[in-house]
């Protein structure tokens, strides 16, 4: 048995040859990730198979897809993988939660829900706006999917105006690639990037750690950084490129 996550997509994303009479269905991990297009070749829905699950049923023995929270975290975390990977491409997108439905995939299976009554399950879309053409081959949608955690800090980032907490949330990957501390975090972050540019010196990385310090804590007025702070908002500003630069090396060549 399957258990199937419905998004509705509002979205510019198109796939060349694809039309409301047919699908792309492809497999990244262990699930198959299926789009739907009109007419006009647009994205306009995705839906997430989990597979190897059983059906759930309510106190009133009714089927309540709703009920597996493990699997709904499951297809989360897939959907989010997706929304992020479209986010990268083309500029923008948000999501909720997918309606789950069973997908029986046998002759005794289609009978264990024969007859059944079914809970419906609140409907939750994603709701997404795509400025661009999304790749939404094989390859490039499985590019980070060993990495859903970093590029979803990556892609948050991204996502935020506030130059302290943007600036905060790139360096997150940093750490997830390099979890030391102190001048240890600074050697270990040295030794892996120098080997793509030079200028990534233990005293470049350090400052950027020290800097994220600032942005991340107000233990004394001389240590901590504020919008009220124009310099130290220029400063955040400078470094923001460099560490996001560094935060996309990272997912792109991620350390053994």
Known sequence: MKLKYEYRLDTWARGKGYDSQNSLTLTIGNYEIEFTFDDSNNVTGMNIFIPNVMVMLSERGTV????????????HSIANYIANILYEQTGKCKFGVGIPKY???????????????????????????????????????SKYFRQKDALAMYVDAKKMNNPTGKYREFFRVLEHY?????????????????????????????????????????????????????GGMKEVQEKTRDVERIAKLLLDNPPS
């Open 178 to 230: 390099f979890p030391y501390e102190g001048p240890r975090f600074d050697r270990e972050a040295h030794n892996y990037l120098v080997r793509f540019d030079l200028k990534y010196t233990e005293g470049f990385i350090r400052q950027l750690r020290l800097l994220r310090n600032r942005c991340s804590h107000a233990k004394r007025v001389r240590d901590y950084t504020t919008s009220n702070d124009l």
């Open 64 to 75: 309540e897809t709703s009920l597996d929270k493990e699997k709904e975290a499951e297809a």
């Open 103 to 141: 997908v029986p995939e046998t002759e005794e299976e289609r009978r264990e829900l024969e007859g059944k009554t079914f809970t419906v399950s609140r409907n939750f879309t994603i709701d997404t706006m795509l400025r661009g053409f999304a790749n939404l081959s094989q390859p490039a949608l």
